[in-house]
């Protein structure tokens, strides 16, 4: 397996630069300031995304080991468009704040396959080997 050029890492960290400002201005506010009363679901997702937002700070150091980042986000936006936003769309039922959601998820769908080193995935999270159980 080739070695990920400089230029993709460069894509990489330039990625988590883009989640680390995004979920730091969306998400963080409403972390540390929020009402007492704020319902539950409302402040785990907070909670998930303000972590997936620190942990690409790492990924701006270590952008190949953070890979893992990455796939879940790319992940749970692809599952959730599919399982979520695709039967509101289909329905008719698309709100205007469901529909800036899709658009943020369509634009980490489009800009996460683009900045993957896929061939360096393939390699260490499908060829490679898994760790031993005992």
Not at 19 to 32: E, K, R, S
Request: with cysteine; aromatic share 12%; glycine share 8%.
């Amino acid at each position: 397996m080739k070695e990920v050029s400089t230029f993709r890492l460069y894509l990489l960290r330039a990625t988590y630069l883009m989640m680390v400002v995004g979920l730091g201005l969306a998400i963080w506010p409403g972390i540390v300031r929020h009402p007492v009363d704020i319902p539950l679901m409302k402040s785990v997702v907070r909670a998930l995304l303000g972590t997936v937002g620190l942990l690409a700070v790492i990924g701006l150091r270590y952008p190949l080991q953070m890979l893992p980042l990455l796939l879940f986000e790319l992940a749970w936006k692809t599952i959730w468009l599919l399982a979520f936003a695709l039967p509101l769309w289909n329905a008719g039922r698309m709100d205007p704040v469901t529909m800036e959601s899709v658009k943020e998820c369509l634009l980490g769908i489009v800009i996460f396959p683009l900045v993957i080193p896929w061939g360096y995935v393939f390699a260490h999270y499908v060829r490679k080997p898994g760790d031993r159980w005992r």
